[in-house]
């Protein structure tokens, strides 16, 4: 079961810039999408945003325009490229593999916290 590493999060003031990564072993191999969810303590866990494999990438409402995901499959990894960040983007971004049978059975990562401050 491929377990997702997530790295990038830290705290910037609103209208600065974060680029997420996530890295999970057999990706590439495995020809999975990849999707990003954000959680705020106490609340559901929302989606943000996925590149299916094969796929266009496609965002939720709240964060088309600013921010980007893209996929470096040499490394097994997708970014999430976060500009002209809110106070409410603040929250535990989170990674998970999507697509196939063994895709969707991969477990979530720990998250990496963001931050944002006005």
């Known amino acids: 079961q491929v377990q997702p590493v997530e790295s990038g999060g830290g705290s910037v003031q609103a209208g600065g810039s974060l680029r997420l990564s996530c890295t999970a072993p057999g990706f590439t191999s495995h020809n999975c999408g990849m999707a990003w969810y954000r959680q705020v303590a106490g609340n559901q866990r929302d989606w943000v945003s996925s590149l299916a494999r094969y796929g266009v990438p496609t965002y939720a409402n709240s964060v088309k325009g600013r921010f980007t995901i893209s996929e470096d499959r040499s490394k097994d990894t997708v970014y999430l490229q976060m500009n002209s960040l809110k106070p409410e983007d603040t929250a535990l971004y989170s990674c998970?593999?999507?697509?196939?049978?063994?895709?969707?059975?991969?477990?979530w990562g720990q998250g990496t916290q963001v931050t944002i401050s006005s």
């Open positions: 998970k593999t999507i697509g196939g049978t063994w895709c969707s059975t991969g477990a």
